[in-house]
């Protein structure tokens, strides 16, 4: 069983606060992403991480950043919520390097920007 | 680019009938593949997966073999339950070792 958590599950927020979104994992891995999902089920990568002090921006463009300053710790921050910001949000983490890693996904914090 | 095509749903199925999802592939050199599944108010999971030509990835009654000359990696099960009832996604990982994911197909069983 993965052992990657995510916090809060549900958020409901008033546009223009900021909001940051936990994503820990407790199995060393080096390389964490971060997914939208939207209404219609597709997954988009907006962030990933392939150790610390290492981020880069996925294939979707998003308004929210990421650090990484520990491995286990993978936060992505909203600096001012918008409507259009409603989404699921999943985190994600994998071994490093290894043909057909396996991504372990964590439950999801689900977003409802007022 | 590296993309994956998956039959659009959603599918809704009867207790014990047979299940087939498809999924094609385009990808340059030799990919690995997965099918990950999502439950209800949860992440995604893996289901199985195939590293190379021909192999079959099976688990909890699920299969699907890597199919390089049809780029292929269908997803079947000869009898589903209503407790199988998730999107099913479909997903490649290549050169890049990052995951591209199909759109995802909703399936429904009902008893």
């Known amino acids: 069983e993965a052992d990657i958590y995510q916090t809060p599950r549900y958020l409901v927020i008033g546009t223009g606060k900021k909001i940051t979104l936990e994503c820990s994992q407790t199995m060393g891995h080096d390389k964490m992403y971060w997914y939208q999902q939207d209404p219609g089920m597709e997954l988009h990568l907006i962030h990933y991480s392939y150790g610390v002090n290492s981020t880069e921006k996925g294939d979707l463009s998003s308004e929210s950043t990421v650090s990484r300053i520990r491995t286990e710790h993978f936060p992505l921050t909203l600096e001012s919520a918008r409507p259009s910001h409603t989404s699921q949000y999943l985190c994600?983490?994998?071994?490093?390097?290894?043909?057909?890693?396996?991504?372990?996904f964590g439950p999801g914090t689900r977003l409802l920007v007022l | 680019g590296d993309s994956v095509t998956q039959m659009e749903g959603p599918v809704t199925l009867s207790e014990e009938a047979f299940l087939t999802i498809n999924c094609t592939y385009t990808a340059t050199g030799y990919p690995s593949l997965f099918w990950y599944v999502q439950y209800p108010g949860e992440g995604l999971q893996l289901l199985l997966k195939a590293t190379k030509a021909d192999d079959k990835g099976s688990n909890k009654g699920f299969e699907a073999t890597y199919r390089k000359e049809t780029t292929s990696f269908h997803l079947e099960k000869g009898s589903v339950q209503v407790s199988d009832s998730a999107v099913y996604f479909c997903a490649l990982s290549g050169s890049a070792r990052q995951l591209t994911f199909g759109s995802g197909t909703q399936l429904t069983v009902l008893p």
């Open positions: 994600a983490s994998s071994e490093n390097g290894q043909r057909g890693e396996t991504q372990y």
